[in-house]
C-alpha cells in the first residue's frame, strides 16, 4: 500500500521495478504510476485506459525500458515505452472453447530470454509474448491433461504463480494434486503428480535446489528437489 498523491491510499499487484522506481497499476484505476524506491517520490505516470475499472492489471514485466501489462479484467496486452510515454494495445486470441470467460483472465508473468510467458486463470493456459518480433502464442494443450488431475470443480482459477529455473516454467495447478513442468526451449511438459493432498496449489518457487509449492487450500507448503524424487 502506498499514500496516495491526494492523501488517500493506492493498494497494487501488478508492479515492476525499473532505474530504482516501482511502476505499478493502481487496484481501483487504470493510471500507472511510479514511486522512486530510494526517495519515494510518486510520480503519476500516463493513463492507460480511458476509464477506471478494478482489477484491470494482474502482472507487469519491464523490458529494456518496455513495461508490458497482463490483463486481469481488461481486454488486452498493454506495451508501454516508459521514456516516450507511448501505449500499444496487443490483441490474443484464444481456443474457441474458452473465449466466453471474462474474467481473471491471467495472473503472473514470468521473463525468459526474449519471452514473456503468462499464467492464464480463466482457463488452462499459457501464453508467451516474443518481446522482439511482437508474436502472440497461447499453448493451450494442458486441459485435457489436467482434468484428471482436478480435485476440486468449484475452484475458479486454474493458475495463479509460478517460477522459472534455468529454462524451465513450474506452474501449480489450483484446482488439484499436480506441478507442470514446461521446458521453455521446445515447450515439452511432464506433470508432476503430488500425492496425500487434495488442497491445489497456488504459487511455487526455487531455492537451494529445491522447488517449494504453497497449498490453495488447507495452509501447507511441500518441497521436493528438482529431480521430484520424493515430496515433503
Known amino acids: 500500500m502506498v499514500t496516495g498523491i491526494n492523501g488517500t491510499f493506492f493498494t497494487f499487484e501488478c508492479a515492476a521495478i525499473h532505474n530504482k522506481r516501482c511502476y505499478f497499476v493502481d487496484f481501483d484505476d487504470s493510471m500507472l504510476y511510479s514511486f522512486g524506491l530510494l526517495d519515494g517520490d510518486l510520480r503519476a505516470e500516463l493513463p492507460i485506459l480511458g476509464r477506471k475499472g478494478t482489477r484491470l492489471f494482474s ?40 473465449e466466453k470467460s471474462a474474467f481473471a483472465k491471467f495472473f503472473a508473468s514470468y521473463r525468459y530470454k526474449n519471452k514473456i510467458y503468462a499464467l492464464g486463470a480463466a482457463w488452462p493456459v499459457i501464453l508467451e509474448y516474443n518481446t522482439v518480433s511482437g508474436r502472440v502464442k497461447v499453448f ?36 488439484g494434486n499436480v506441478l507442470v513442468e514446461i521446458s521453455l526451449e521446445d515447450q515439452t511438459y511432464v506433470l508432476h503428480e503430488i ?38
Do not use: H, Q
Not at 141 to 168: M, P, Q, R
Not at 209 to 222: E, H, Q
Open 59 to 98: 502482472s507487469m514485466v519491464i523490458v529494456d525500458g518496455i513495461a508490458y501489462l497482463f490483463p486481469f479484467n481488461a481486454d488486452k496486452i498493454y506495451r508501454i515505452d516508459l521514456e516516450d510515454k507511448t501505449t500499444e494495445a496487443i490483441d490474443f486470441s484464444l481456443p474457441k472453447e474458452y
Open 140 to 175: 493451450s494443450d494442458l486441459g485435457k491433461d489436467l482434468l484428471k488431475y482436478t480435485v476440486d470443480t468449484e475452484e475458479d482459477s486454474f493458475f495463479c504463480k509460478g517460477c522459472i529455473e534455468e529454462n524451465k516454467l513450474y506452474v501449480p495447478y489450483c484446482k
Open 195 to 232: 500425492t496425500g493432498t487434495k488442497d491445489g496449489f497456488s504459487c511455487a518457487f526455487v531455492e537451494n535446489g529445491n522447488i517449494w509449492m504453497t497449498s490453495r487450500r488447507g495452509c501447507r507448503a511441500y518441497y521436493s528437489d528438482c529431480k521430484f524424487s520424493d515430496y515433503k
